[in-house]
Each structure stands twice: as C-alpha cells, then as structure tokens.
C-alpha cells in the first residue's frame, strides 16, 4: 500500500494532496498543469516536498518532520517518464542493464532478454536511442524501468507515443508482469481512455488536488460521456 | 637556436599540470552542476578567480605561501625536504592553480549540457554520484573534457608570470620556453626569439586543431 502527504510550492502552483492507493494499479487522472508529474517525481525521490510523509508498504521513503529522504536508487522505484530519456551513448540493451550494476554478468544478460520481450522490444537491442522511434524508445524505457525489479512503478503517460492497439496490449502485457511479480504501480495520465483501459482504481486530480477517487467508471462517469458523445458527433459527421 | 631543454620542461610540466588539472576539475565540475548548497557559488568563485587575478599577483602570493616565512611553506619543505618555491614541484602547484578555470569551465559548460531528464532517469536506476559522473557525465561532455585538457595543456605552455615570480629561471628544473624567449628578447638575440616563438605558436596551433578535427571527426558539435 502506498499513502502519501505531500504539500508543495512550486512558483504559483500548490500541489497539496493526501491518498492512500491499495489496489494493485491506479490511475491518476487529471488535465495537464494538474500536478501529476511533479507527484511522480516526488514519489520517486526526485524531489522533496515542502512538507509530507510518504509510505510504501510500511516503509517510510520520505519524511520531512524528520528529515529522512530515501535516496531514489534505493527506494526501488521504477519511473517511465513520457520523456524516455535514454542515455544516448548506449544502445538500447546496455541502456536495460544500466540497473542491473549489482547482477553478475550472465545473469544481467538474461535479464536484459527478459525485458526486452516483455516490451517487444527484442529486436531493438543493439540500436542506439538516436535510431529508435519515439514508441520504440518508450518500450526500451519500460525494459529499462523494470529491469532492476522495483517494488513500486511509476508510470508517467508511458506510451504516449505508440498507437491505440499498441499501447492496449503493451499495458495489458505489463499489468501481468506486475501482477505476478507483486509490484504496485501508478500510471499518470491526462487521457480517459488509458484510464479505462487499465481498469483500475482512479484519483482525479485537478489543480493540485485530490478531487475523488473510486473505480474508473464512477470517478470517471462525467469523462466517459463525454467520450460518448465526441464518438457520437463525429459518427454523425461522417 | 632552440632550447630543447627547456622545450622538453615545458613539455613534461604542461603534461603533468594537465593530468592533475582533469583529475581536479571533472569531480570539482560535477559538484558545481550537481550539487544544491549556496556555498558552492563561493567555490564556484575561487575556482575562476585565476581568471581576473594578474599571473604576476598570483604568483608573488604562491611565492609568499610556499616560501620558508610561512607555517604551509615550512610543513611542506619539511615533508619534501626542500621548499616548493623554486622548484619543478613548485612550478606544477602555480601552474595547476593559474590554469584551474581554463581547465573547470569547458568541463562545468559539458555538464550543464547535459539533459536532466538523463540525470534524473539514471539517479533512479541506483547510480549514486561517482558512477552518475562516469557512465553518464564524462561520456557525454568527452569533447568538453577534450577542450578542457587542450585549454589547460596550452594555457601552462604559455604561462609565464607565476613561472617567473615562483620558479625563477633555473635551467633544467624552472626554466620554460616563455621564460627561455623572455631571455632572448632581453639580450636582442631575435633570430632566436622568433625560433622559439615560432614553436610557441605551432604547438598551440597543433593543439587547437586537434580539438576542431576531432568535433568534427565525431560528427557532431554535442557537449
């Protein structure tokens, strides 16, 4: 179980919420600006909050009453950015193993492997990021996040750049791997249709608030008519 | 006409002042990119302060502080059993210092280069700050660094205000080839002058086009 307080200044905008998330995955929901990314972040160890308490299955990782900060490498955390941010000078293989520093050779070898499959991207290892297209740089990301076997994903609109099918089966495939593996994750998006897809608890967040959260088609009841509608109107169109 | 001997000096000083000025400055530079207190602007400071300050100043203030008057100077004479002052030893201490910003600034430029996103993803992964600074920093700014060393190497070949007032004109152990074409010109023997400066220039010329080739070499203008 995850549960976090974070109160945040960041220029004008105030991020201040209060959550427990229980279920396997959830979705933050919320329109850009809402402050999502900088909860990911602040999750992740990435930032300190201005005050706050974050807790993952017991173990506290932040703590600013007592000044305790988990450095981000040891609060095996995974976070796949929307940015994949993979370290041009390595291809995509040695960008997996970039976490698997403590594994002995053969065992870091298979583990790259593994990954690479779970986010076919097999065939992408020895390509440097400069030659990968935007999705396939976000599935060697996704194996590179999940490489090192965190406890707690974090998901920052991961497949922004694959195509509808593609990005329904790869969340499907990773919901399984998380499943089986017992990782928690938190996947942030602003679309509703991710938000459906992953079937999951959703948190709405507006303006750096905690608005609800609930099952996806109770908090998200207003979003999927609106969904509804949009497909209506352009059925009309056409 | 020229004076290999001081050639060869100049050489092994320039060397030898480069080594210790990139073991220095990509840690130092890491810390000034990387690191978050407010006293850091002051290190920052001091660091290029060799910059403004005239080499004459600088070295007069080596000369005091390694000279036998002071508590460091006498420690170190004790350790070494001879003072730094006027010696090749010395000579590597000023030249380090004067060329510190020469060497910290192409580095600190290299990692401010690099994008955060890349830092932050590999700080996540478990890299802490030596392994960040190795397998991320350093091969991504390798051009900077390249500059930095090129920078440092020519800037100590060139020196001469803190070589003279620290090191005096002692050949063999303090005397440069700025200090050999200063000589030269002081006693109106131009033919040799020119000879001297001429291998001033090339150097420095072969140096810097060594940087240029090799950007271009790689193909890219990046870090």
């Known amino acids: 179980m995850l549960e976090f307080r974070i109160k945040a200044q960041r220029g004008r905008f105030r991020l201040e919420v209060d959550s427990r998330f229980r279920s396997g995955w959830t979705v933050v929901f919320g329109p850009s600006g809402a402050g999502k990314s900088t909860i990911l972040r602040i999750l992740a160890g990435l930032e300190i909050p201005d005050e706050g308490r974050i807790v993952f299955d017991g173990e506290t990782l932040t703590d600013t009453a007592t000044n305790r900060n988990v450095r981000p490498g040891r609060r095996r955390t995974g976070l796949v950015a929307q940015n994949p941010a993979l370290f041009p000078h390595l291809n995509a293989a040695s960008n997996v193993a970039y976490g698997l520093a403590t594994l002995d050779s053969r065992a870091r070898v298979n583990r790259v492997h593994e990954m690479l499959e779970l986010a076919d991207a097999k065939g992408l290892a020895n390509r440097l990021p400069r030659d990968l297209s935007g999705g396939e740089a976000q599935r060697v990301a996704l194996a590179r996040s999940l490489a090192p076997l965190p406890r707690l994903l974090l998901l920052d609109e991961p497949f922004s750049a694959l195509d509808g099918a593609a990005s329904d089966s790869l969340l499907s495939r990773l919901q399984q791997w998380t499943t089986d593996h017992g990782v928690q994750a938190v996947l942030v998006t602003h679309d509703a249709t991710d938000a459906f897809a992953a079937g999951a608890e959703v948190a709405l967040l507006r303006e750096g608030s905690m608005y609800a959260q609930g099952p996806a088609a109770e908090v998200l009841g207003h979003e999927r008519q609106r969904m509804i509608d949009r497909l209506d109107g352009s059925g009309m169109r056409n | ?223």
């Open chain 2, 1 to 223: 006409m020229i004076d290999w001997q001081a050639f060869a000096l100049t050489i092994k000083l320039a060397t030898i002042t480069t080594a210790i000025l990139l073991v220095i400055a990509v840690p130092l530079s890491a810390l000034l990119v990387l690191g978050k207190s407010r006293w850091l602007a002051l290190l920052e400071a001091f660091t290029v302060l060799p910059l403004v300050l005239p080499p004459t100043v600088l070295g007069f203030f080596l000369l005091v502080l390694l000279g036998l008057r002071t508590p460091v100077g006498r420690a170190i004479a004790a350790v070494l059993g001879h003072p730094l002052a006027f010696s090749f030893a010395g000579l590597v201490v000023g030249s380090v210092i004067y060329s510190l910003p020469f060497a910290v600034q192409p580095v600190v430029a290299g990692f401010s280069s690099v994008e955060p996103a890349l830092i932050d993803a590999a700080r996540v992964l478990g890299a802490g700050p030596a392994r960040l600074v190795l397998s991320l920093l350093v091969p991504l700014a390798r051009r900077s660094i390249l500059a930095a060393a090129v920078l440092g190497f020519l800037h100590t070949v060139g020196e001469f205000g803190v070589v003279l007032m620290l090191g005096g004109d002692i050949p063999g152990a303090t005397r440069t080839l700025s200090i050999v074409l200063y000589n030269q010109v002081e006693s109106f023997d131009y033919a040799a002058a020119s000879h001297t400066a001429a291998l001033l220039l090339g150097l420095s010329v072969v140096a810097l086009a060594a940087i240029y080739i090799g950007g271009r070499w790689r193909g890219g203008r990046n870090a």
